[in-house]
């Protein structure tokens, strides 16, 4: 049961990450509406992340868990910097931690069970 449980926490993580890689598309829109809308999706991405990633650790083997960690550490404070970037409503930074935390959420999915 734990295997199947694993496996449909993997999905959502990877569900979610897409989603999340997929925001790019609005990084350029400068209206405040677009960062309004932006802001929302991000923390509502990055709960499901981490409640799914927290989820996924704990049920991975432990060979697994401590890389597994890490990677999910530097990605929600890469996260939180995106947030912080959201927020002050700067292009270019936002541009640069999104990217940031992209490079990090693909590095997560290549080693997730």
Not at 72 to 95: G, M, P, W, Y
Request: proline share 2%; hydrophobic share 40%; glycine share 0%.
């Amino acid at each position: 049961m734990v295997d199947v449980e694993l496996k449909v926490t993997v999905c959502r993580v990877k569900k979610c990450a897409y989603d999340f890689l997929s925001i790019d598309s609005d990084l350029m829109d400068d209206d405040e509406e677009s960062w309004n809308l932006m802001g929302r999706d991000i923390c509502l991405k990055s709960t499901f992340l981490y409640c799914d990633c927290n989820r996924m650790i704990s049920q991975s083997p432990k060979d697994q868990k401590e890389a597994l960690t890490v990677l999910a550490n530097k990605l929600f404070c890469s996260i939180e910097e995106l947030d912080h970037a959201v927020k002050i409503r700067n292009i270019a930074l936002t541009q640069d931690r999104y990217n940031e935390a992209a490079i990090i959420l693909q590095e997560l999915m290549a080693i997730m069970p």
